[in-house]
């Protein structure tokens, strides 16, 4: 394998742009045995693909995939594109012989799902899917604390993902508020991965669900003056029940546009008779930890910069999302490389197609009112 990789990127849009901050600031990974660079960029429109000629390594910039596909420099493709492209462009990746770095939901639906996942393993290439929430050190500490053994008997599972713009009626509708572009599943497509990647590692697979799903606002300015139908559901409670060392435990997950207050908050807690933990990007420094002695103690530790892949950033400093990020190419590009070393790896094709079974109960949930088993 050759010591730097070379990226290519079809979408250039809000994460497009997240890849290419990533890859520009690679040094300050301490020690990483992977150099990573940006070669070439395809989006449609003009106006993206231009903010990406400030990249001195981008040699390639095209408003058609498929030139960028026939580039052989290029080694690893991420896409980030709307969710009725994705099983297109992720099977056209794979065909061109490259390694593909696939945005979530892994395509529109279950059935696209597993055509994706069937393709990449009758093709050999390195797939994996984004979530970046978990290699923040709170994220990475409540999976440790998990998978320890030291919580006692587990009480409950809580996991999920807020957002809040859209309380406001007047923000404009794009694609990811349409089924025809963003899936049945709505909110679950968009941050439904994000809310079960940690657990599904962990080896929680929901058993049933019982799905409470929500369309709050049906329609939205369209940006041109007039209005435009908004059919995807807005927010997701998804109430399961897991198998962990033979006893049934409630597992809640939830995906919410609208949940007051909550910019980007990603959480996890666990809570177990011995021990329990909960993290929140709200308080993005802080965890929480729970023992039980004489007393019951919840204990606040501020942690510091320590994310799986070392860096240059002293130990003191907070980190963001631009942080977790890096940090998750950074166990993509590791784990191509077969040096993940044990650490945590970003969502496999099986995991996501799990995801999707799930989200697909959920919507049969939802139409039948009733649990639905996995
Ligand atoms: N990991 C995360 O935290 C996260 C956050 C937001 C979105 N996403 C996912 O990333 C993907 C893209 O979302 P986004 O928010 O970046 O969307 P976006 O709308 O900001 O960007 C999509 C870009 O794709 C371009 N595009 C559309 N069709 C194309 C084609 N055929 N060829 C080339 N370019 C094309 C558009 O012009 C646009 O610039 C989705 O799958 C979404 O679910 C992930």
Redesign the pocket.
Known sequence: MKNTVNIGI???????R?VASALARWFVLDGFPVKAELTAV????EK?REWFRQIPTVTLLT???HELLANPDVDVVY?????N??EA?YLDVLKAGKDLFA???FGIDLKSAIAIAEAAKASGRFVRC????PFLPGAQRAYQAAISGNLGKILEVHSGFHHSSDLDPTKPA???RQVKTCGEIGVM??LG??AVHVPFRVGWTPKRVYAQLQKIYHERPDGKGGMASCDTWDNAMLHTEVEIDGAEVPMRFEMKRLAPGETNTWFLEILGTEGGVKYSTKEPKTLWTFARGKEQLWQKTDLGFHGPFPTITGGIFEPGFPDC?MQMWAAFLAERAGKLDGKFGCVTPDEAVLSHTFFAAALRSQAEKRAIDL
């Open positions: 079809i979408g250039g849009g809000l994460m497009g997240e395809c989006d449609l429109v993206q408003a058609d995939y896409v980030a594109v709307p969710h492209l994705h462009i945005e979530k939901p984004s979530s970046e929430f794009n694609w990811k497509g968009d991965m994000h990020f």
